[in-house]
T-cell receptor, first 115, second 113 residues
Framework: DADVTQTPRNRITKTGKRIMLECSQT?????MYWYRQDPGLGLRLIYY???????NKGEISDGYSVSRQAQAKFSLSLESAIPNQTALYFC??????????????FGDGTRLSIL | GDSVTQMEGPVTLSEEAFLTINCTYT??????LFWYVQYPGEGLQLLLK?????DKGSNKGFEATYRKETTSFHLEKGSVQVSDSAVYFC????????????FGAGTRLFVKA
């Protein structure tokens, strides 16, 4: 979905480095999410934010942090990368709706390799 | 806890064959259910959704019905095309004691001409 842009698309780095993945959106959605995708495990939620001043941990937040700089921007940081954080990372957005019936709109992903 | 289980792949079909990908879930509260599709090198795209029991979601010839009694949301298509080759994810969202979105592991579909 071109309305959700992730940078970089690919990154190779070394153990112990600090890494930031960035996400920006032009959809005007309040809600933003970060996931990681591993083969055979589907997507797992790392962090989510329902508005600019709201940050919540997801299923697998250890080793990650996030910053919601504006409605349109949500960045994910790995303070000290380790090899088992090698994965495909996705940012997503959704509208605020009734209950949780709003679908999510995904970026094209960042492939991160940690050596 | 909340979970989504979908059939393992890969599923290989010939063009125009009937497709079923099974999905069952466990959830506290009343989840919304989704099917997403992922093409190579891309993010997930919503295929269809259903937000309450007995709702049927449909899009591009795909259908799925929210079955509360069997806690299922199976994806079906009557006649697949080569262009349907992708990975399909079943997912639920629920906000009971905190927001959760849970994805199944994904099912890869190959359609042969």
């Amino acid at each position: 979905d071109a309305d959700v842009t992730q940078t970089p698309r690919n990154r190779i780095t070394k153990t112990g480095k600090r890494i930031m993945l960035e996400c920006s959106q032009t959809k005007g959605h309040d809600r933003m999410y970060w996931y990681r995708q591993d083969p055979g495990l589907g997507l797992r939620l790392i962090y989510y934010s329902f508005d600019v001043k709201d940050i919540n941990k997801g299923e697998i937040s250890d080793g990650y942090s996030v910053s919601r700089q504006a409605q349109a921007k949500f960045s994910l940081s790995l303070e000290s990368a380790i090899p088992n954080q090698t994965a495909l990372y996705f940012c997503a957005t959704s509208e605020t709706g009734t209950g949780d019936n709003q679908p999510q709109h995904f970026g094209d992903g960042t492939r991160l390799s940690i050596l | 806890g909340d979970s989504v289980t979908q059939m393992e792949g890969p599923v290989t079909l010939s063009e125009e064959a009937f497709l079923t990908i099974n999905c069952t879930y466990t959830a506290t509260g009343y989840p919304s259910l989704f099917w997403y599709v992922q093409y190579p090198g891309e993010g997930l795209q919503l295929l269809l959704k259903a937000t309450k029991a007995d709702d049927k979601g449909s899009n591009k010839g795909f259908e799925a019905t929210y079955r509360k009694e069997t806690t299922s949301f199976h994806l079906e298509k009557g006649s697949v095309q080569v262009s349907d080759s992708a990975v399909y994810f079943c997912a639920l969202s629920v906000n009971t004691g905190g927001f959760k979105t849970i994805f199944g592991a994904g099912t890869r579909l190959f359609v042969k001409a």
